[in-house]
Structure formats: C-alpha cells, structure tokens
C-alpha cells in the first residue's frame, strides 16, 4: 500500500508539471510482425525387440545433449496409494547400479549436468543434459537409476521426512485447497485424477516393501520411451542405448484408465475464516488433444484468459485492480481435458470478480472479436511455440506430449499454420460450445461469512446448490 501511495504521489506530481504532456506521448506500438516459420528438426524413431521406443534428434549447434526417458508408471497405476509413485521417484536416485546416492549426483555432474526424477499422475520421469561428448554415458546413467535401483532403507525415512513437510506446507495454502475440492468434484474420489493429496498416515504408512514392488510391477521396456535431443555421435548412442536397455523385460503394456469427469453446474465452496483473499476456480470440458477443436480453442483460451494481455487480464486485474496474476489453462488427460480460470482476489470483490470474469465470457460467445485482436493472439501462439521448442529440453517435452497423447507424426509441423487459420468466429463459437455459463464447476476458498452474500447476488449461480466441503 505504502508503495502504491508513493507511486501516485510521483504520477501526480508529474502530470502537474510542465514536460507532462509531452513526456506522456508515446510513438505508435509498432505493428505486428509476420510469424516465422517452424521447422521441426528431422528425427528418428525406432523401438528395441523389447517394445521399448526411441526418438533421436540431432538439434541446434551448443554441443550438449540431453537424456529423458519416460515410463508411463504414475499417479494411475497406484490405485488409491496416493504420492507412492513419487516417495518412488524419488528413493530411485539414493542408490542404484553399484552407485550411492551421492555417487550419482557427482556422476551426472561430471558430465557437466545433473540428474532429474520425478513423478506425476501419468509418468515417471527421468533426464541428464550434458557435455556432448558425454551422451552415452547419460544414457547409462540413466538406464541404471531406471532399472537397477537398490531403494537403500537408511533413505527411506529422511525422504519421508521431506514428503511430510511439503504435504503440510501445501495443504495449508489456498491454491492447494481450491485444486484439490475442484479435482474431487470434477473427477470424483474414486478416481486417482481426483485424489491430489495423500493423508499423513498414508504417506507415513507406505513400506519400503510397497516402493519396491510397485517399481518391479510397473517399470518395463513396453512403458518406456527414450528421447536423445542435441549434439551427440548417433552411432555411439544407439550402441550405448542397446547396449543399457535391450536386455530390459518387456513387462507389463501401458495402463488405460479412463476418467469419468461431473461437469457441472457445480459450487464448491471451502471455508477459510478471517482469510483476506479468496481463491477462485471456474471450469469446464475441454476439447481433447488433438481433437478438431483442439487448437481453436487454446487460441480462444489465450484471448480470454490464458495471456498476459488477455481480457479478464485487463479486465480484473489492469482496470479493477482486484487481482495480481489472474490466469486460465488446459490441462490435458488421456482422452479428455479440463480448462479452468484461477485467481486469488480481494475477499470484498469476490462476487465482482466473478461477475466480471462471466461478463468477459459472455461477452466472447455474442461478439467475435476485432481482426486485429484475434490477429495478436494467434501470432503470440505461434511465437511462444517457437520460443518453447527453441532448446533440447523444450523439443523433447513437446514430442513426448505428441506420443503420450497418439498424436500425428507431423503434428508439431502443422501446429503454427493450424493456429494461423483459425479464425475470429471460431474463437466465438468455442466460447459458446465449451464454456456455457450455467454449466461451471465453481470453487470458491475463502471467509465465507463475507463471501456467501456477494455469490447469492450473481444471477449466474442462483440455479445451483452450494456445497461446503472440509479437505483433509
């Protein structure tokens, strides 16, 4: 506030003086540049008599290189053990091929890199950038902590440990407690989508037993996919992959379990006395990866919500000033996808933020957008895409999104033009097909003594019944 004050001050006292007028005219935002074309770097892919699969791309002229494998052995595969695939991850890097904890560290940074684990609801996760020079011993690296982990029990409390904490430290922020009542509602219980946060007994239950045969039950060569970007020997890599990973069992093929999402019409509301924000979230069904609406509608998103100079940006937090960093997203499951808005705001403005982010949806479904806005935003589109796809790790997590979702081949290729073509009324007509209004799942975390008047007054929540939900 103090800081906000000062601000006005010295604005105040500029305008006042002489120079103001002309220290205010500013030349004209120059115009919009044509986007530059992507070409996708030429690969190659090829799978081992294992069923493990392989994508090699020679990439850009830094000579380094970076690993990353990744094994469809996640959230899904743990059924109602929830955070057992990541007390795994990471118990996989404290011991493994002959080598300590502490032994792998030092070896992926004499290399020149470092190792990273990790686990979510889908995958597990493993990847080493270095030195060029090398790339086969990344890849050996890597194929021991996968597949030769000694999960030495003098680690497993102190991972615990650190588990314990960041659970607690999560589960007591607002963000935490809006994602996981709208994952519960959308996805229900049942399902692992629906289940973001273990208890403490849980996590403080799991055995060393349970991590070990839930890495020999679910880790295989059928599950595996390895991507090699940068600049590297291709012959020494393929000799090196053959020789670390061709004697890997097969094991068991990837998991399917699909999800059974509730859309709404929904409210959700979380109770948090005294708080000073609220914290929002407004969903819906989005069009899966790779469906015909796919790409239409991340360029509507981007309008709407899901960029910097978006209209709820401007709306709610340039012109209201009721929020700092207001954003909405995609998140993409197998076969199905969720889009949400999320905000923290004022807990007095909690109802008129909402009002204004239901006016901007509206006000999309009724009026396509000017040329030039819709101009803008697909060109950022393609530039971030650009930008994404720029390094090794970026080109890697782009074509590791197209398989696990069984997307074409040439998907990254026709991603930019697709994006060009889409049009202003088709941003509309999105907006009208997957956000109708009196459909949202909604979830509000905050003082609700303050916050229940201000919903009951938006006509856009009258139809629905509330639900006050306590999160363990």
Known sequence: MIRRLVSLAIAAALASSPGAAAAQTYPPQPPVGTPKPFTVPASETYRLPNG????????????????????????LNAGERTWLPLITAQMLREGAGGRTGAQIAETAASMGGNLGIGADAHETQFGVSML???????????????????????EV??????????????????????????????????????????????????????????????????RARLYVAGRFDAAAVKAAINQ????????????????????????????????????????YPAPVAGGAGDLPFRVTNALLGGSFTSRITRNIREQKGYTYSPYSGVSY??????????????????????KEVFGEMRRLQTEAPEEEEAAGMRTWMAGTFVLQNASPGGLIGSLANRDFHGLPANW??????????????????????????????????GDLAKVRPQLSSLPELSGMQAQVVTLD
């Open 412 to 445: 990254l290729q026709s991603y930019i033009p697709s994006v060009l073509g889409v049009q202003a009324a088709d941003m509309r007509r999105l907006a009208t097909e997957q956000l109708p209004i009196e459909k949202a799942t909604v979830v509000v975390v």
């Open 333 to 354: 499951n197998a076969g199905e996808a969720l889009w949400a808005f999320e905000a923290d705001v004022t807990t007095d403005v909690t109802g008129a933020s909402l």
């Open 132 to 154: 060029s020079e090398h790339a086969a011993n990344g890849i050996k690296l890597i194929a021991d902590v996968a597949r030769r982990p000694t999960f030495p029990a003098r």
């Open 157 to 222: 409390e102190r991972i615990r440990q650190n588990l314990l904490r960041n659970l607690a430290v999560t589960k007591s922020q607002p963000d935490s407690a809006a994602d996981a009542a709208l994952a519960s509602a959308y996805y229900g219980s049942a399902h692992p989508y629906g289940r973001l946060f273990p208890t403490e007994a849980q996590l403080k239950g799991y055995s060393l037993d349970e991590l070990r045969r839930f890495h020999a039950e679910n880790f295989g060569a059928k």
């Open 244 to 283: 670390a990973f061709a004697d890997w069992q097969p094991g068991p093929e990837r998991l399917s379990l699909p999800a059974k999402p509730q859309p709404g019409p929904r409210l959700i509301l979380v109770d948090r006395p005294g708080a000073p924000q609220s914290t929002i979230r407004v969903a």
């Open 52 to 75: 493990m699969q392989v994508t090699l791309i020679p990439y850009g002229i830094v000579p380094k290189a970076t690993v990353s494998l990744r094994v469809y052995a996640g959230g």
